[in-house]
């Protein structure tokens, strides 16, 4: 039989490595449903809205390197579009597939259901262009060739693209052959100069320290980086978007850099340096600490994704990876200054017993309860701020949505990572009880699909970021409705779960052993203080002028 449209871009999807997408079926988009559903490579998973499968598909590339989501045309691609944004400022490699109203109904202009009732067909492929690198409607003409250049697309810019069928043509044969696209590649001319500015600067410094970004992991060029350390004997710190890139748990990490915000003895290390080497990170208002960090330009170099930034001068078509892999070849290595251990772990845990559950008692308890290759999925909002300053274990990750900060993302995205993990990493999901209520139904899906995370829900009685950002923190707008959310994974078909509710160090602390002996999924809720905060918190309360005035 002849192979049709979609059968077409599932193939090529499963030969770069996708094996599940999340979505939401719609009529227009049943050849694509059904497709996906017959495949034998590649298993449908179900999600309770469109955008908690988008959200799902960004948890899912995390782990995977790529995802995809599936919705149909119109009201089901605009509730994804908020999810596949936040894959788009995350570097995410997304593959959008909607399917679209037939094509003698776009022909005729037909006034039909899921339109804006105007007869025109491509307004939502319009509305989606600001946040993909590549969009084509399917066809059995072009689907061929349009099938590499998206695929080309979203593994250069590691972004997400949109691939549109209408419902006929879906089903079609293909028409044409094409083969995949190879990658651009750099300038020889400018990888040398690029090295050699780089060599040059690093020659003559008595200190530098690394700063590696989130891109080098979205990139696959984490073993690279790693290369490249220990072939210079360079420390890194990280920044809060970019922590768990390179293992916290060997004698280069020097901890957490957040500009004037934490950690004043890493700032010193880091700004003090004769050189700061940035590698794919970004200096946004999190990760400069509210705009506090103070880096030389005349003393940073910027390796980027395509190109390289040295002492102002900008080196142009010099990829990451070639050129992390000429420094390391080329750069000698030396004895470089590293600040003490000691700021890169969280103070001991303290309380006992019946002691209210603090801020001060509670992130050190959930740092030590991470285990090695963890994937640790970190809401946005205070429970995130308390993390990043967590040492991980060797081979745990970090997973948090820095820069776009969409509450909610975090329990849709945790089921993505653990589909994608398939039961060789704990996911360890640490949650707001104000995100919570977001995307709480996808809870439902770790049990349909016998997925056993360990989740903790933080119920400090609202939105406590909101609070500590706005004038008035007791303002009607900061408080929740009241839910009991260990009893959640019940109702939602988690029957086999451990779950708990606590608010003293002794029950949480029987919890938290309970859940790291479960062979079930868990479920824990910490009630604390309204104003139980992690330090950075409450620096960010402390430095509004710089957070949003810069």
Same mark, same amino acid.
């Given at each position: 039989?002849?192979? &049709?449209?979609?059968?077409?871009?599932?193939?090529?999807?499963?030969?770069?490595?996708?094996?599940?997408? *999340?979505?939401?079926?719609?009529?227009?988009?049943?050849?694509?449903?059904?497709?996906?559903?017959?495949?034998?490579?590649?298993? =449908? /998973?179900?999600?309770?809205?469109?955008?908690?499968?988008?959200?799902?598909?960004?948890?899912?590339?995390?782990?995977?390197?790529?995802?995809?989501?599936? &919705?149909?045309?119109?009201?089901?691609?605009?509730?994804? /579009?908020?999810?596949?944004?936040?894959?788009? &400022?995350?570097?995410?490699?997304? *593959?959008?597939?909607?399917?679209?109203?037939?094509?003698?109904?776009?022909?005729?202009?037909?006034?039909?259901?899921? &339109?804006?009732?105007?007869?025109?067909?491509?307004? #939502?492929?319009?509305?989606?262009?600001?946040?993909?690198? $590549?969009?084509?409607?399917?066809?059995?003409?072009?689907?061929?060739?349009?099938?590499?250049?998206?695929?080309?697309?979203?593994?250069?810019?590691? !972004?997400?693209?949109?691939?549109? *069928?209408?419902?006929?043509?879906?089903?079609?044969?293909?028409?044409?052959?094409?083969?995949?696209?190879?990658?651009?590649?750099?300038?020889?001319?400018?990888?040398?100069?690029?090295?050699?500015?780089?060599?040059?600067?690093?020659?003559?410094?008595?200190?530098?320290?690394?700063?590696?970004?989130?891109?080098?992991?979205?990139?696959?060029?984490?073993?690279?980086? +790693?290369?490249? @350390?220990?072939?210079?004997?360079?420390?890194?710190?990280?920044?809060?978007?970019?922590?768990?890139?390179?293992?916290?748990? +060997?004698?280069?990490?020097?901890?957490?850099?957040?500009?004037?915000?934490?950690?004043?003895?890493?700032?010193? #290390?880091?700004?003090?340096?004769?050189?700061?080497?940035?590698?794919?990170?970004?200096?946004?208002?999190?990760?400069?600490?509210?705009?506090?960090?103070?880096?030389?330009?005349?003393?940073?170099?910027?390796?980027?994704?395509?190109?390289?930034?040295?002492?102002?001068?900008?080196?142009?078509?010099?990829?990451?990876?070639?050129?992390?892999?000429? @420094?390391?070849?080329?750069?000698?290595?030396?004895? =470089?200054?590293?600040?003490?251990?000691?700021?890169?772990?969280?103070?001991?845990?303290?309380?006992?017993?019946?002691?209210?559950?603090? $801020?001060?008692?509670?992130?050190?308890? =959930?740092?030590?309860?991470?285990?090695?290759?963890? /994937?640790?999925? $970190?809401?946005?909002?205070?429970?995130?701020?308390?993390?990043? #300053?967590?040492?991980?274990?060797?081979?745990?990750?970090?997973?948090?949505?820095?820069?776009?900060?969409?509450?909610?993302?975090?329990?849709?995205?945790?089921?993505?990572?653990?589909?994608?993990?398939?039961?060789? !990493?704990?996911?360890?999901?640490?949650?707001?009880?104000?995100?919570? +209520?977001?995307?709480?139904?996808?809870?439902?899906?770790?049990?349909?699909?016998?997925?056993?995370?360990?989740?903790?829900?933080?119920?400090?009685?609202?939105?406590?970021?909101?609070?500590?950002?706005?004038?008035?923190?007791?303002? $009607?707008?900061?408080?929740?409705?009241?839910?009991?959310?260990?009893?959640?994974?019940?109702?939602?078909?988690?029957?086999?779960? #451990?779950?708990?509710?606590?608010?003293?160090?002794?029950?949480?602390?029987?919890?938290?052993?309970?859940?790291?002996?479960?062979?079930?999924?868990?479920?824990?809720?910490?009630?604390?203080?309204?104003?139980?905060?992690?330090?950075?918190?409450?620096?960010?309360?402390?430095?509004?002028?710089?957070?949003?005035?810069?």
């Amino acid at each position: 039989m002849s192979t &049709t449209v979609i059968q077409h871009v599932l193939n090529r999807l499963r030969d770069i490595g996708v094996r599940h997408v *999340f979505g939401v079926p719609g009529d227009y988009a049943f050849p694509v449903n059904d497709a996906i559903a017959q495949h034998p490579d590649i298993e =449908w /998973i179900g999600s309770c809205n469109e955008l908690n499968a988008a959200y799902a598909a960004d948890g899912y590339a995390r782990v995977r390197g790529i995802g995809a989501v599936c &919705t149909t045309y119109g009201v089901g691609e605009l509730s994804a /579009i908020n999810g596949i944004a936040g894959a788009y &400022t995350e570097h995410l490699p997304l *593959f959008h597939l909607v399917g679209m109203p037939r094509m003698p109904v776009q022909a005729h202009h037909s006034i039909v259901h899921h &339109t804006l009732g105007n007869g025109e067909f491509d307004l #939502f492929e319009k509305m989606s262009a600001a946040v993909v690198c $590549a969009s084509a409607v399917m066809t059995p003409q072009n689907v061929a060739a349009e099938t590499e250049r998206l695929i080309a697309a979203a593994l250069y810019h590691r !972004r997400p693209v949109y691939m549109a *069928f209408p419902a006929d043509l879906a089903e079609m044969p293909v028409v044409g052959t094409a083969r995949p696209l190879n990658a651009p590649a750099s300038d020889p001319a400018q990888v040398d100069a690029a090295v050699d500015a780089i060599a040059d600067m690093l020659g003559g410094a008595g200190s530098a320290c690394v700063l590696p970004g989130i891109l080098t992991v979205r990139t696959g060029l984490g073993q690279e980086l +790693q290369r490249f @350390l220990e072939a210079t004997g360079l420390p890194f710190a990280t920044m809060m978007a970019d922590k768990g890139v390179l293992d916290e748990d +060997q004698p280069a990490y020097a901890g957490m850099y957040d500009g004037k915000l934490m950690n004043e003895s890493v700032r010193r #290390f880091v700004e003090d340096a004769d050189v700061v080497v940035l590698v794919g990170t970004q200096m946004n208002d999190f990760n400069s600490g509210a705009f506090t960090a103070n880096l030389d330009p005349g003393r940073t170099v910027a390796v980027c994704h395509h190109h390289v930034r040295v002492d102002g001068m900008t080196y142009q078509s010099v990829e990451m990876k070639d050129l992390l892999i000429a @420094l390391t070849r080329r750069l000698p290595r030396k004895q =470089w200054p590293r600040p003490s251990a000691e700021v890169t772990r969280m103070r001991p845990a303290g309380g006992k017993g019946d002691d209210s559950i603090t $801020a001060e008692s509670l992130y050190p308890r =959930w740092e030590s309860f991470l285990r090695p290759d963890d /994937i640790l999925v $970190a809401e946005t909002g205070t429970v995130s701020m308390g993390m990043a #300053f967590a040492r991980l274990p060797q081979g745990a990750t970090f997973q948090n949505q820095t820069l776009w900060g969409s509450i909610g993302w975090a329990t849709p995205a945790a089921v993505g990572a653990a589909v994608a993990a398939a039961g060789d !990493r704990r996911v360890v999901l640490i949650t707001g009880e104000g995100s919570h +209520q977001l995307t709480a139904q996808e809870i439902s899906q770790f049990g349909r699909y016998g997925l056993r995370p360990v989740v903790f829900v933080l119920n400090n009685h609202g939105y406590l970021i909101e609070r500590l950002l706005c004038r008035n923190p007791d303002v $009607a707008y900061n408080d929740l409705a009241g839910w009991r959310y260990s009893e959640l994974p019940r109702a939602l078909g988690c029957d086999d779960w #451990f779950t708990a509710r606590v608010s003293t160090l002794a029950e949480l602390d029987r919890a938290m052993d309970a859940a790291g002996k479960a062979g079930t999924g868990c479920y824990i809720e910490v009630m604390t203080d309204t104003y139980a905060a992690p330090p950075l918190a409450t620096q960010l309360h402390d430095n509004i002028g710089t957070l949003y005035s810069t």
